[in-house]
């Protein structure tokens, strides 16, 4: 099977990379990729110097580029976009461009050539619940997003069933929590307070510290993408997420325990704009209609994997980090 997968130098898509060698290495894998601020080609490294992987610099809003890729692959897994709501709360029009254009381009490809596509997408579509609601969300959950990132991501969504309502696609949404995991972006919580702790600075909680999100490890999400591709019915969303609920500050002081700080080591600093409250994912049918699993039950053996491949992969994060300081600075936070 010859698989493109667009944004595959991003976090989740050059972790899709590295897992689909291990555990489908007869797939075919190409790579598009923008190689914006966010991408890394170190992140590919091990499958572009053997040749497992190619690489393809260009934009997925690029009609005629995405045209013949489309043509030349079987199966297209969209994680290309931007990703960052700070980012999107400052200047979205790149998020319009590359979340909206960019998907309706794919669309279009994939319509003329007939091939399979996976839509990747985010729990944040969704908007967001209340701290004391047990509700959690699912695929009948209407969509309600609070950010121009989110609702980019929503407007994808729709256009995604739209094609498959209207013009018979062959498709798949999944809309996946929050991921952490080696090589994500220094701008994201998680890295950003774990290269800060490397470098003697406190973590930053943005307002209370109390909004709650979904964590569930890159390798699990990629896993049941996997699934998804192999078991999934057509035209259905699945929703996934591996029950890791915590708020930001459970977050902050696991980290602070295994790096040998003090629990009260870190700061509050300005909230986030619309700042959503809480993500919870209820990931049912994925487990009913596939075998899937989360192997990482544990978020803080996770957590401290992830702490190692930062500690030990220095020069993959150094220039990014100070870039994006640079932006935190000016943002104020
Ligand atoms: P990322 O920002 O780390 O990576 C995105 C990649 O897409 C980058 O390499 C970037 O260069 C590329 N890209 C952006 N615009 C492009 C364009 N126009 N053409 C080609 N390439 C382009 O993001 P990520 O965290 O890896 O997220 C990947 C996908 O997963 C996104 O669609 C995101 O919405 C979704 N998602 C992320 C999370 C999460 O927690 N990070 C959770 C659920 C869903
Ligand atoms: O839910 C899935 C989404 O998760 C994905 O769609 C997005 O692409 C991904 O970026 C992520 O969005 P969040 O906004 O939840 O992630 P972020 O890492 O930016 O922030 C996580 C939480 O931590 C959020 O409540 C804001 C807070 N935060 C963030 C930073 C960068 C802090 O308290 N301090 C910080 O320094």
Known sequence: MRVLVTGGAGFIGSNFALRARERRPEWQLTVIDAMTYAANR?????????????LVEGNIADAALVDGLVADHDVVVHFAAES?????????WP???????????LLEAIRRHGKRLHHISTDEVYGDLELDDPARFTEQTPVNPS?????TKASADLLVRAWIRSFGIEATVSNCSNNYGPRQHVE????????????????????????????????DHN?????????????ETYLIGAD????????????????????????????????DLRYAIDSTKLRRETDW?????????????????????ESWWREAKVAAERTYERLGR
């Open 42 to 54: 170190a992140s590919l490294e091990p499958v572009l110097t053997t040749g497992e992987v190619a």
């Open 147 to 151: 950010s121009p990132y989110s609702a």
């Open 293 to 313: 699993q989360p192997r990482y039950g544990d978020l803080h053996a996770g957590l401290a994997q992830t702490i190692d491949w930062y500690r030990t992969n």
């Open 223 to 235: 896993d049941a993408v996997i699934a998804i591709l192999e078991q999934g019915r057509l035209g």
């Open 244 to 275: 890791g609920e915590r708020n930001n500050l459970e977050i902050v002081r696991m980290l602070l325990e295994l790096m040998g700080k003090p629990a009260d080591w870190f700061d509050h600093v300005d909230d986030r704009p619309g700042h």
């Open 84 to 92: 960052h709501n700070d980012n999107s709360l400052d200047s979205p």
């Open 188 to 219: 994201k919580f998680i890295p950003r307070q774990i290269t800060g702790i490397l470098q003697g600075v406190r973590p930053k909680l943005y307002g209370s510290g109390l909004n709650v999100r979904d964590w569930i490890h890159v390798d």
């Open 95 to 105: 998020f319009v461009e590359s979340n909206v254009v960019g998907t309706f381009t």
